[in-house]
């Protein structure tokens, strides 16, 4: 699994399984587990060991292929292959990447339901192959586009982790930092921690450091303060769900970003793919958001757990409305206001 550069591969086809880092332990240990069937397809997605939205989606393809290749002699085709898909699609509500894969698969399924079902395994498979390597590709568009936004000496602040290990190339939000710094840009980073999970602290570090681009960690309650006193020139972050009217879902946290950045005049941009974007749903009121375990709220907080009166919310992500964003760096273009229009024109059903 060793990387090109730019490109640290969080998931990994191996033909009857799937190899993946586990992000739950990163930056401490770097290990890896092998996912064997659908059911631990899922369980890896829900428990974060994989994690971001394209990720997810490229991964639970190679779950419903994984779940195929493990039928039984007893399984009902067209039963167990709904079964399998609506396992994934329960797995997180709010990364649209997720549903898009997933689609992709039943329509193949539907498509070749009448071939012999090796072949109609080879042809899932293969489809699933289709959408990593179509995302390395969305990937690099979404890098070189975004790059032209970042000039010599910008100081970026970025939330989350949208890097390689979100997705199955060199990241979105971390893509374009990436690039920018490999065309020889003098850039540097500053990295929010990203609470509960810490994705910023310890995934996005982690990436930011193997290429050796200029890094600086702060907590999510000092980038306010660092915007105001003029150490901040631009904001990337990444999104989970994009709304046909440019509202976005991403980590929560991005929304006080937003207006922060708005407040401060600093540009705010979000950086997807087509496959985050939902046309389907109006505005951004309309992105189910994924509540977790308290438990992740705890995880760093000794002794807390003994409050056993205390309520904890723990929502996965917030919604950043359309009027905070500057504009959303995609794969077909950078695109603007008024999103209603121009996300429209970019975004076909499938590729
Ligand atoms: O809960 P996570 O870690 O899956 O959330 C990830 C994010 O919010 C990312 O910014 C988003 O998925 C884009 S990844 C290219």
Same mark, same amino acid.
């Given at each position: 699994?060793?990387?090109?550069?730019?490109?640290?591969?969080?998931?990994?086809?191996?033909?009857?399984?799937?190899?993946?880092?586990?992000?739950?332990?990163?930056?401490?240990?770097?290990?890896?587990?092998?996912?064997?069937?659908?059911?631990?397809?899922?369980?890896?997605?829900?428990?974060?060991?994989?994690?971001?939205?394209?990720?997810?989606?490229?991964?639970?393809?190679?779950?419903?292929?994984?779940?195929?290749?493990?039928?039984?002699?007893?399984?009902?085709?067209?039963?167990?292959?709904?079964?399998?898909?609506?396992?994934?699609?329960?797995?997180?509500?709010?990364?649209?990447?997720?549903?898009?894969?997933?689609?992709?698969?039943?329509?193949?399924?539907?498509?070749?339901?009448?071939?012999?079902?090796?072949?109609?395994?080879?042809?899932?498979?293969?489809?699933?192959?289709?959408?990593?390597?179509?995302?390395?590709?969305?990937?690099? +568009? #979404?890098?070189? &586009?975004?790059? !032209?936004?970042?000039?010599?000496?910008?100081? /970026?602040?970025?939330?989350?982790? =949208?890097?390689?290990?979100?997705?199955?190339?060199?990241?979105?939000?971390?893509?374009?930092?990436?690039?920018?710094?490999?065309?020889?840009?003098?850039?540097?980073?500053?990295?929010?921690?990203?609470?509960?999970?810490?994705?910023?602290?310890?995934?996005?570090?982690?990436?930011?450091?193997?290429?050796?681009?200029?890094?600086?960690?702060?907590?999510?309650?000092?980038?306010?303060?660092?915007?105001?006193?003029?150490?901040?020139?631009?904001?990337?972050?990444?999104?989970?769900?994009?709304?046909?009217?440019?509202?976005?879902?991403? +980590? #929560?946290?991005? &929304?006080?970003? !937003?207006?922060?950045?708005?407040?401060?005049? /600093?540009?705010?941009?979000?950086? =997807?793919?087509?496959?985050?974007?939902?046309?389907?749903?109006?505005?951004?009121?309309?992105?189910?958001?994924?509540?977790?375990?308290?438990?992740?709220?705890?995880?760093?907080?000794?002794?807390?757990?003994?409050?056993?009166?205390?309520?904890?919310?723990?929502?996965?992500?917030?919604?950043?409305?359309?009027?905070?964003?500057?504009?959303?760096?995609?794969?077909?273009?950078?695109?603007?206001?008024?999103?209603?229009?121009?996300?429209?024109?970019?975004?076909?059903?499938?590729?």
């Amino acid at each position: 699994m060793e990387g090109k550069i730019g490109m640290w591969p969080a998931f990994e086809w191996l033909g009857d399984s799937i190899k993946i880092i586990d992000q739950r332990y990163l930056p401490e240990k770097e290990e890896y587990i092998i996912l064997k069937t659908h059911e631990e397809v899922a369980k890896a997605i829900e428990n974060m060991a994989i994690r971001g939205a394209p990720a997810i989606g490229v991964v639970a393809s190679y779950g419903i292929a994984l779940g195929m290749l493990n039928l039984s002699l007893n399984d009902k085709l067209d039963d167990k292959f709904y079964e399998i898909c609506k396992r994934l699609e329960s797995t997180r509500p709010t990364a649209r990447n997720l549903f898009w894969a997933i689609e992709r698969l039943k329509k193949k399924f539907e498509e070749s339901r009448k071939v012999p079902l090796d072949e109609l395994k080879k042809i899932l498979i293969k489809e699933a192959c289709k959408i990593e390597k179509e995302d390395v590709e969305l990937n690099r +568009k #979404i890098s070189a &586009y975004g790059s !032209s936004l970042i000039e010599d000496g910008d100081r /970026i602040l970025t939330h989350c982790n =949208a890097g390689a290990l979100a997705t199955s190339g060199i990241g979105t939000a971390l893509g374009i930092i990436k690039k920018a710094f490999q065309d020889g840009k003098e850039i540097s980073v500053f990295i929010d921690e990203t609470r509960p999970f810490l994705q910023g602290a310890r995934l996005s570090t982690w990436e930011l450091l193997k290429e050796k681009i200029p890094v600086t960690l702060i907590t999510d309650n000092m980038a306010g303060w660092l915007m105001n006193k003029g150490e901040i020139d631009l904001v990337i972050v990444g999104a989970d769900r994009i709304a046909s009217n440019g509202d976005i879902a991403n +980590k #929560i946290g991005t &929304y006080s970003l !937003s207006i922060l950045a708005k407040e401060n005049k /600093i540009p705010f941009y979000v950086a =997807a793919p087509h496959s985050t974007i939902d046309l389907s749903i109006r505005n951004g009121k309309q992105i189910p958001i994924e509540e977790r375990s308290p438990d992740e709220v705890l995880s760093i907080l000794k002794g807390v757990e003994s409050f056993t009166e205390l309520k904890i919310r723990n929502p996965a992500f917030d919604v950043t409305p359309n009027k905070y964003i500057t504009a959303i760096i995609t794969d077909k273009g950078i695109i603007r206001a008024p999103y209603k229009n121009n996300l429209r024109k970019i975004s076909p059903l499938f590729p």
